[in-house]
């Protein structure tokens, strides 16, 4: 069964730094678009970077666009979530996603995604 189990989230001061990752198992990594989403309390999950099956596209929400980066390692099936000069607003749980259907193109919906992670906690302190 499809399995998304993120890891490297944590405590850290503002204009920190933080890598995420997210180790997939269960289907053929490669032929999915995969997304990275957060949580905060009280808000709804937003969408936060989204990679195409192959890494060679890349799309961001304007809030994180040129602090965070999203890369994938499909020999390893993992995706990354680099985070430089996080803010205090980053505090969330932090889930990466698998898109609903191979080969489709990179998405920043929600409803997009059909397997989840159980989510990694970041906490950036002022």
């Known amino acids: 069964q499809v399995q998304l189990v993120e890891s490297g989230g944590g405590l850290v001061q503002a204009g920190g730094s933080l890598r995420l990752s997210c180790a997939a198992s269960?289907?053929?990594?490669?032929?999915?678009?995969m997304g990275w989403f957060r949580q905060a309390p009280g808000k709804e999950r937003e969408f936060v970077a989204t990679i195409s099956r192959l890494g060679s596209h890349t799309y961001y929400v304007d809030s994180v666009k040129g602090r965070f980066t999203i890369s994938r390692d499909n020999t390893k099936n993992t995706v990354y979530l680099q985070m430089n000069s996080l803010k205090p607003e980053d505090t969330a749980v932090y889930y990466c996603?698998?898109?609903?259907?191979?080969?489709?193109?990179?998405?920043?919906?929600?409803?997009?995604?059909?397997?989840w992670g159980q989510g990694t906690q970041v906490t950036v302190s002022s």
């Open positions: 996603a698998e898109h609903k259907s191979p080969y489709a193109s990179a998405s920043s919906r929600t409803g997009d995604y059909v397997y």
């Open positions: 269960g289907f053929t990594f490669s032929l999915y678009a």
